[in-house]
């Protein structure tokens, strides 16, 4: 089972920011918060992730609350073309892990004009 | 930059007949996983190829098997479909070994949609 939980779905409009929250409650210390978005009918779309600092790069940027126990994903200014689902995935790194991606039901973020 | 390939992008096959479906991983990568997608779910893990052996496997039966060539690519054979195994699959590709320090991202492909009639 996926170890996060995330609302089903969020609007936004376009042009304004997209956050997008995600409870992981029972996360270890060794996990990072890894988001991907899977537009439809294609492959799942790496965007960010991080371990307990918060993180930027030019897709999104990623708050990762204090006690790490939910993050936030922001699109700073969603377009059209951010309407996807947005899955958020907690994952070991480290020696003899594999790494295996635990997908939940995700959020469907619609942009709405 | 190469990313990761699939092929091919879509498949119909009946009941009863064999798959084999072909993945080439981003360049520079050594691991290969596989996922099921069903309609309306999120990816469900399959299996991970590292060093041409299978590293770690979901739960599905072993009508689903794999192979990893020593240039890195992957194949994923399913035997005796059923009507249940009409899926998106999809193939991501990593760095793999022991990488504490180093990114394990997985990248994902574009994947195969398989309808089985």
């Known amino acids: 089972d996926a170890k996060t939980t995330q609302p089903p779905s969020m609007d936004c409009a376009e042009g304004r920011a997209a956050n997008l929250p995600c409870n992981h409650s029972?996360?270890?210390?060794?996990?990072?918060v890894y988001w991907y978005r899977q537009i439809h009918s294609q492959g799942p779309q790496y965007i960010i992730h991080g371990l307990k600092n918060n993180e930027t790069n030019e897709m999104a940027s990623l708050i990762i609350t204090e006690d790490r126990k939910s993050s936030t994903l922001i699109l700073p200014h969603a377009t059209l073309r951010d309407t996807a689902v947005y899955y958020c995935i907690v994952r070991p790194h480290g020696s003899g892990n594999t790494g295996k991606l635990i997908f939940g039901q995700g959020t469907t973020l619609q942009v709405k004009p | 930059d190469a990313g990761v390939t699939q092929s091919p992008t879509h498949l119909i096959k009946t009941r009863g007949q064999q798959v084999t479906l072909r993945c080439s991983p981003k360049s520079g990568h050594d691991t290969v996983s596989w996922y099921q997608q069903a309609l309306g779910q999120g990816p469900q893990f399959i299996f991970q190829?590292?060093?041409?052996?299978?590293?770690q496997r979901g739960n599905f039966p072993d009508r689903f098997s794999g192979h990893q060539f020593p240039n890195y690519s992957s194949e994923l054979n399913v035997n005796a479909l059923l009507l249940g195994d009409s899926a998106l699959y999809l193939c991501a590709s990593s760095l793999g070994g022991n990488t504490g320090t180093l990114q394990e991202t997985q990248y994902f492909g574009p994947g195969t949609r398989l309808l089985v009639l």
């Open positions: 029972t996360i270890s210390g060794n996990e990072y």
């Open positions: 190829y590292y060093e041409e052996e299978e590293r």
